[in-house]
């Protein structure tokens, strides 16, 4: 269950992006002779006015045929791809990404009128020699308020304390009791997302696994879907960034199909609207990488069109096919760390055939 979700996952990712071009190049008045659902024998054709409609045997993915995108092909007509202004193919090339960015902005909005997953802010452990068991706190407790300011769920929560200094005041229940108190903070380093150590301000307290779901109106959702995609878009960019930078390990910040296929099993356990988040986000870094001003992908192409603007001629074919292959060797090597680093991150559990969850502490 879990690989074919994983497929599904990559093929809605893939035809989305695939479908941004078909849009984008029909408004143009470029013809597209191909659209195609998955790869391998056609299960289905369906013929369109101008597009042969195909249902591939192995659904991963799929593509469109523009007519007259490759220079070999091209006979001149103005429907054609490379007919085209710099300016029209830009926009035909930026399209796909664009459809990824907004299918995420979509599934962000479905989710909060799903419901958003938070952890509630009930202690599920209390450390000891910290400052909150010295201060009587217990497992059980919900935390109502930091610093005189209500909280709704336990990121929340824990955001206030990490920025308070020397100490800060709770409001708990307990039971049906409600009381104030004042807690200590205690300096500890920890990893953060990006692996890196940092020195945080601690209470020393942990969640309980009781979720609590917040669903949002309609024009709440819309508002929370693009928080979230704001959100969601500066993390990647700062994930990249320290990895082109080093200052992440290249190996802790990426992911290969294997790794994608693992993340999904245990994201299944969790619920609909975790496994949707996580389709959001891939399309979210499916879109950005991409954008990323390599060859053979759509931000190399946008790299062409637009030296092709400013030099009112084209690229040299051997000159595009030189960066061109560079581009597909750079991708290559890329992929093959990407699947030797899932292999080493998940052999083990491969071999022992162990998809158990890893337990995540949350103290704070």
Known sequence: MSLLITLIIFSILIVIHEFGHFIAARQAGVKVEKFSIG??????????KETLFLICLFPIGGYVKLAGDNRTDRKGFKYEFLSQSPGVKMRI???????????AFLIFIIIA???????????GNVLEGYPAHHAGLKKGDKILEVNSKEVDNWQEMAEMIRKAKDSVFLKVKREREVFSLEVSLKDKNIKDDFGREKKVSLI????????????????????????SLFNFTLIIFKGFLLMILGIVPFKEGIAGPIGIFFITSEIIQVGI??????????????????????????????????LE??????????TEDIFTRIGLVFLSLLMSFAIYNDLVKFGSRILNKDNSKTERILDY
């Open 309 to 318: 603007k400013i030099r009112n001629k084209p690229l040299s074919q051997k």
């Open 113 to 123: 009128l799903l419901g958003f997953p938070y952890f509630d802010t009930v202690i």
């Open 39 to 48: 790869f391998g024998p056609a299960l289905l054709k369906i013929k369109g």
């Open 93 to 103: 090339v930026f399209a796909g990404p664009l459809f990824n960015y907004l299918l």
């Open 273 to 306: 609207t975790a496994l949707l988040q996580l389709v959001a986000i891939l399309n979210l870094s499916l879109a950005i990488i991409n954008l990323f001003p390599i060859p053979i992908l759509d931000g190399g192409h946008i790299i062409f069109f637009g």
């Open 204 to 227: 020393g307290i942990s969640a309980s696994s009781e979720i609590k779901i917040v669903k949002y109106s309609f024009a709440k959702a819309i508002l929370k879907g693009i928080e």
